[in-house]
C-alpha cells in the first residue's frame, strides 16, 4: 500500500510557474515508478510525466517537454513536479501516482496502483 498527497497547486498568471510536490509513504517508499496526471473539466484524465524507482529516467507528455520537469527526493519521500512558462491550457487537476509493478512508468491510467487525491492548477490569461 502506498499512500500519496499531493500539494503546490494554486493561481498564477500565464508564464508564471509552479511547484507541485508529493508526499508518499508505505512499507515500499522509493521501491516504485510514479507520475503526474492531470485532468480539465469535462477532460479524460492525461499523462503529464513519469519518473523511475531511483530517479535516474524521466518521461514526458509532448506537451511539457521544455517547460515541466519531474523528479523525486527519495530521503524525504517526495515527487516534484517543476512547471515553468504555465499556459491557460495547464489548467486542470493534478494527480500524483504510483505504480509498484513496473521498472519503468507509463502513460496507461490503468497501470498505476494508488493515487493522491489531486491539487488544483489554474492559469489565469
Known amino acids: 500500500q502506498v499512500q500519496l498527497a499531493e500539494s503546490g497547486g494554486g493561481l498564477v498568471q500565464a508564464g508564471g510557474s509552479l511547484r507541485l510536490s508529493c508526499a508518499f509513504s508505505?512499507?515500499?517508499?522509493?521501491?516504485?515508478?510514479m507520475g503526474w496526471f492531470r485532468q480539465a473539466p469535462g477532460k479524460e484524465r492525461e499523462f503529464v510525466a513519469g519518473?523511475?524507482?531511483?530517479?535516474?529516467?524521466?518521461y514526458y507528455a509532448d506537451a511539457m517537454k521544455g517547460r515541466f520537469t519531474i523528479n523525486r527526493d527519495n530521503a524525504k519521500n517526495t515527487l516534484y513536479l517543476q512547471m515553468n512558462s504555465l499556459k491557460p491550457e495547464d489548467t486542470a487537476v493534478y494527480y500524483c501516482?504510483?505504480?509498484?509493478?513496473?521498472?519503468?512508468?507509463?502513460?496507461?491510467?490503468?497501470?498505476?496502483?494508488?493515487w493522491g487525491q489531486g491539487t488544483q492548477v489554474t492559469v489565469s490569461s
Open positions: 519518473i523511475t524507482r531511483s530517479g535516474g529516467s524521466t
Open positions: 501516482a504510483a505504480d509498484i509493478v513496473r521498472w519503468r512508468p507509463t502513460a496507461v491510467i490503468t497501470d498505476y496502483d494508488s
Open positions: 508505505g512499507r515500499t517508499v522509493g521501491t516504485f515508478s
